[in-house]
């Protein structure tokens, strides 16, 4: 059997004990999900989740700061890597000593399915990737069945300050909105003179932006950037949010995939209730 990356690139099931490294907070807890932390070698610093199970395993830096020295010595045999947090000159000094470079890409919520099925039967948890499959339909049905109850916001969700920055449409978080009825604003380019900003995935905004008179809810995410709830009541006393839902959000529960995503249906659940 031969399974695909994101790229395309094919991988056999592993054999023998293979040695794995994430460089991806998302799927370090994945790979624990799936019953695979005593053949984890390494993890970045941000790999936080589950606690108890990640404290044994070596840090080797950052997403984005990769010590690969000290991630040579660790020989690892596969490398778990993702196209948004890695970059890609890393990637690539990676294939130079790292048998298996596996790239993950999830863009929208059911992406999930095939990442669970991808990990699983390259690393022989095919039965345990079936099972996460299984719970994580049935979160994605509570939560859209949820979503039907509750009317549709038009949403400004912010993921950083000094400069503000916010999401594209075309993000997993945007997708993770979507399964709610909630419509990430702008889903538009901003600038007719500047039609890169308009495609990039995670566009630099103003507070006075004209389409912002379309928002009725912003949630101020509390990943990457910290905001904390006097962020948002500092926002919220701005005449132009007077009259807008201005609130927190768990970053981790909209942007982190894998098995995550299905604690992330449920969370969502419950805040349509709260906000209805």
Known sequence: MTLFDALGSPHAP??????????????????????????????????????????????????????????????????????????????????????????????????????????????????????????????????????????????????????WMTIAPSTYIAQTLAQMGWRSLPDKPLSVSSPETGRARYPIITLDEPWLDEVDTVLLSTEPYQFKQANCDELAAQPRFKNKTVRLIDGEMTSWFGSRAIAGNDYLARLLRQMA
């Open 14 to 163: 592993a054999q023998g004990r293979p040695r794995i490294a994430s460089l991806v907070p998302s799927l370090t807890e994945l790979l624990c999900e799936l019953g695979l932390t005593d053949q984890m070698v390494a993890r970045t610093g941000y790999c936080i989740h589950p606690v108890d199970a990640v404290r044994r395993i070596p840090k080797i830096g950052g997403t984005k700061t990769v010590n690969l020295n000290k991630l040579r010595k660790l020989a690892p045999t596969h490398v778990l890597v993702n196209v948004d947090e890695n970059e890609k000159p890393t990637v690539d000094a990676l294939r130079e000593f790292v048998p298996h470079v596996v790239v993950t890409h999830p863009c929208a919520p059911s992406d999930n399915l095939a990442l669970f099925r991808l990990l699983g039967g390259i690393f022989g948890r095919n039965a345990q990737a079936e099972n996460l499959c299984e719970r994580f339909n049935q979160s994605q049905a509570t939560l859209r069945e949820s979503a039907r109850e509750h009317r549709a916001r038009r949403v400004l969700y912010l993921i950083w300050k000094d400069p």
